[in-house]
């Protein structure tokens, strides 16, 4: 379709005859500057944004501007933005930590105390509305180059099977040699394992009780009191507690091997808090076995959350030491082991097995847990599923089961090579898990090779693409300004209005509850083509209308009336309207908790409706591995496709069979 601007526009526009003096002296500035001014026009235009959306800033005051690193939909219609220190060190040195909820239905904003730093935790939404934030950040990395002091992981063990041991920041340990090192944390050491062993002679007589103690262990960082070589080792040696006297002394001691001044990468913490989205605030629950930073957090069947990877406490990946939280006890239970990579994209499938795109967002070894596949959790079994299309640039792809998920559908978009690798790739690929033998097909390609690509589900059965960068952290200004709607029913891209904000590392985008998209954040490397100036984290948030709310559609979109806040037993639930006549589908989406291009909340359910004079009553799947328990945004779409606002309906956590 073609915009031409009227003559009257024209001149104003160029400024009449003044432009051909300014042509004649700098014709490409002129050019640029003509060319922008009709873009700015043509977007404006009403028969443009009916066929591609439009986008908008959101005014957000200074007090509440923040790098959002997570971003959260709870179900009182709010946005969680969660920087914790932001990746900002001199935030984390002050113990300066952010949260802001957003309002969008009135553009209001609230600060919210945030106890600790959960820059990088994982989160995952509850049954009952509230939001499980587990690990973030103990420290900040320290590069190659960087690292004055020789560091590492020190071994604490405890022999005495009375009691056990707290160690606080500051402990000295000291070498067989006197070098000491000092520990950056608290840590507590359980008591020794006493076991007592019966056996008896051939004669049958017992034999005297024997007694068996296994020390237990804890594990700390910790670091040279010197700075240079002298702290430098790479011999396993015992080091002495300094201030341990008498039995504890003898009992408790460090075991290290490898102390050094090599890179020490971020390390995560144990804490998890529940937040409660009516009284908005952190609530702490137990801590995780394990610290964690860069975890994967995904709700199960019953509404328990499996806790998966991420960084420990000594800057290691944890091996395989998986947990899982029940939101009934607040409390963690040790998970099937099994090792992903960081942020890896993990999506509860029909039959309550975890699908594993293969996406992930960055740290561990390029050929360690890179595979996709299909995870059995109750037998521990991993099916790997090869052929995938550039599978070596799965590091910051999307992933996301397209709608509806009764079609067991899922899709990989995007992605990069391992670390700062310069590889991005346009591949998109598709694997329906309802297949005897599922495989991997490609999809339609991206307009061209993409990090860090947000996807979000729409209403109306469509993935509104946007954002992301061709390289690592937008390196040499490479953030891509395009959008576009993948159409599952015929596997083909359409265009999108273009944002006017790049999104790269560290960006989010989620559904609202009136149909509309929002965008956060964005971490760039560099701040120019040639990498010279370092860049600035992006703080403006821009929203996305798309064309099924544009012009007189926003008027004409069905209305929901009163209705129930949760499905009754049997899945169902009935809302009064005026609409129902011309209300032909209805949908239940789950709502997002986003980081680093992982969101694996995010979920489309096909509805069954029937419907009277006055009211539709929709039917979801009674089945929990397709609707696990939580808040749900019910849309109800006419047979343009035009989505209503959501009602909030909840899904119980399905009764324990006896």
């Keep these: 379709m073609a915009y031409r601007?009227?003559?009257?526009?024209?001149?104003?526009l160029l400024g009449g005859g003044a432009v051909v003096v300014l042509a004649g002296l700098n014709a490409p500035?002129?050019?640029?500057?003509?060319?922008?001014?009709?873009?700015?026009?043509?977007?404006?235009?009403p028969a443009y944004k009916a066929r591609y959306g439009s986008w908008a800033p959101v005014q957000v005051p200074g007090e509440y501007r923040l790098n959002a690193i997570h971003a959260a939909?709870?179900?009182?219609?709010?946005?969680?933005?969660?920087?914790?220190?932001?990746?900002?060190?001199?935030?984390?040195?002050?113990?300066?930590?952010?949260?802001?909820?957003?309002?969008?239905?009135?553009?209001t904003f609230t600060a919210v105390d945030t106890p600790e730093d959960f820059f990088c935790a994982g989160h995952s939404q509850l049954p009952d509305g509230r939001l499980l934030v587990a690990g973030g950040t103990a420290?900040?990395?320290?590069?190659?180059?960087?690292?004055?002091?020789?560091g590492g992981a020190m071994r604490v063990k405890n022999e005495s099977p009375d009691k056990a041991v707290t160690l606080k920041k500051g402990t000295v340990f000291r070498s067989p040699s006197g070098v000491e090192y000092v520990s950056r944390f608290d840590v507590t050491v359980p008591k020794a394992k006493?076991?007592?062993?019966?056996?008896?002679?051939?004669?049958?007589?017992?034999?005297?009780?024997?007694?068996?103690?296994?020390?237990?262990?804890?594990?700390?960082?910790?670091?040279?009191?010197?700075?240079?070589p002298k702290g430098l080792t790479t011999q396993a040696a015992q080091y002495r507690i300094v201030g341990l006297k008498g039995e504890d002394a003898r009992n408790v001691y460090g075991l290290a091997q490898k102390l050094t001044t090599e890179k020490q990468d971020f390390q995560g913490i144990k804490s998890a808090y529940e937040f409660d989205p009516?009284?908005?605030?952190?609530?702490?629950?137990?801590?995780?076995?394990?610290?964690?930073?860069?975890?994967?957090?995904?709700?199960l069947q019953d509404g328990r959350v499996l806790a998966v990877s991420g960084l420990n406490d000594v800057g290691d990946i944890v091996p395989g030491d998986n947990e899982i939280y029940d939101p009934e006890t607040k409390k963690?239970?040790?998970?099937?082991?099994?090792?992903?990579?960081?942020?890896?994209?993990?999506?509860?499938?029909?039959?309550?097995?975890?699908?594993?795109?293969?996406?992930?967002?960055?740290?561990?070894?390029?050929d360690k847990g890179r595979i996709p596949g299909l995870w059995d959790l109750k037998k521990n079994v991993f099916t790997e599923i090869r052929g995938i299309g550039d599978p070596d640039q799965l590091e910051t792809a999307a992933s996301l089961a397209l709608p509806p998920v009764q079609d067991q559908?899922?899709?990989?978009?995007?992605?990069?090579?391992?670390?700062?690798?310069?590889?991005?790739?346009?591949?998109?690929?598709?694997?329906?898990?309802?297949?005897?033998?599922?495989?991997?097909?490609?999809g339609p390609s991206l307009p061209q090779g993409t990090r860090y690509l947000s996807s979000v589900l729409l209403p109306d059965d469509t993935v509104f693409t946007t954002g992301g960068s061709r390289e690592y952290r937008g390196r040499s200004a490479s953030d891509i300004l395009k959008a576009q709607f993948y159409e599952p029913a015929t596997n083909t891209f359409r265009p999108a209005a273009d944002p006017t904000v790049g999104r790269n590392y560290h960006s989010e985008a989620l559904l609202l509850p009136d149909g509309r998209v929002a965008t956060f954040g964005s971490d760039p490397l560099f701040g120019d083509k040639d990498n010279t100036k370092l860049g600035t984290f992006e703080q403006r948030v821009e929203v996305y209308t798309p064309p099924y709310l544009q012009g007189d559609a926003a008027t004409r979109r069905p209305v929901l009336g009163d209705g129930p806040k949760e499905l009754d037993a049997n899945g169902r639930a009935t809302f009064r309207t005026k609409d129902a006549a011309r209300i032909t589908e209805a949908r239940l989406m789950r709502p997002s908790a986003v980081t680093h291009t992982t969101d694996v909340e995010q979920r489309s359910v096909e509805l069954g409706l029937t419907r009277t004079d006055d009211s539709i009553t929709v039917e979801a799947p009674l089945d929990p591995t397709l609707v696990p328990p939580g808040w749900y945004m019910l849309f109800a779409l006419d047979d343009e496709g035009r989505p209503s606002v959501a009602k909030w309906v909840q899904v119980k956590v399905p009764a324990k069979s006896e």
């Design 5 to 12: 601007p009227s003559q009257k526009f024209k001149k104003t």
């Design 278 to 299: 009516v009284a908005e605030k952190y609530v702490p629950v137990d801590p995780m076995a394990d610290a964690r930073w860069y975890p994967t957090l995904v709700t």
């Design 194 to 228: 006493r076991e007592f062993t019966i056996s008896y002679y051939k004669s049958g007589q017992m034999k005297p009780w024997e007694t068996k103690v296994t020390a237990a262990e804890a594990r700390v960082f910790v670091e040279a009191k010197q700075e240079g």
């Design 139 to 150: 420290r900040y990395e320290v590069l190659d180059g960087e690292v004055n002091r020789a």
């Design 409 to 442: 559908k899922f899709m990989v978009l995007g992605g990069g090579g391992v670390g700062e690798s310069a590889l991005s790739t346009p591949r998109t690929a598709i694997i329906d898990l309802k297949q005897q033998s599922p495989v991997f097909r490609p």
């Design 73 to 107: 939909l709870l179900h009182t219609g709010k946005v969680l933005l969660i920087a914790g220190s932001g990746n900002n060190q001199k935030n984390f040195d002050a113990g300066s930590f952010k949260t802001v909820l957003w309002d969008p239905a009135d553009n």
């Design 29 to 45: 500035a002129a050019l640029s500057f003509a060319e922008e001014k009709y873009h700015a026009y043509k977007i404006a235009q």
């Design 332 to 366: 963690w239970t040790k998970g099937p082991f099994r090792y992903f990579p960081t942020y890896p994209a993990l999506f509860l499938t029909q039959g309550g097995k975890l699908f594993y795109t293969g996406a992930n967002a960055g740290y561990g070894p390029a």
